[in-house]
């Protein structure tokens, strides 16, 4: 097994003040991305990954974000084998809340 990258989220932050150019790709359920989101994203649930993938562009780097991270991390061990340049965020959305953007609703 190999180790993924990670980003935490001031990192993420500091991505999109400066401009940086990637996806980030939101791989939680339908129903969590409408409660809580950080846009601009690409949302494709974990599940659908398997017939999905294939819309992400891989000549860009992605971070990937879920609730907490663990999801996350999965998709990132998936997604890297199949030639995607993948990033955990670690902490998910959650940590987004609570250390970036307080707007942003918790569950």
């Keep these: 097994m190999f180790k993924i990258k990670e980003i935490d989220v001031t990192e993420l932050k500091k991505r999109f003040d400066k401009n940086f150019s990637f996806t980030l ?24 990954l398997p017939v999905r993938h294939e819309e992400i562009d891989k000549e860009k780097p992605i971070i990937v974000i879920c609730h907490t991270g663990v999801r996350s991390a999965h998709v ?32």
């Design 25 to 48: 790709l939101d791989v939680r359920e339908p129903h969590e991305v409408q409660f809580a989101k950080i846009d601009p994203h690409v949302h494709i649930p974990m599940g659908a």
């Design 76 to 107: 990132c061990q998936y997604l890297e084998p199949l030639g995607y340049d993948v990033t955990n965020l670690a902490g998910g959305i959650d940590a987004w809340s609570i250390l970036v953007d307080p707007s942003v609703p918790r569950y």
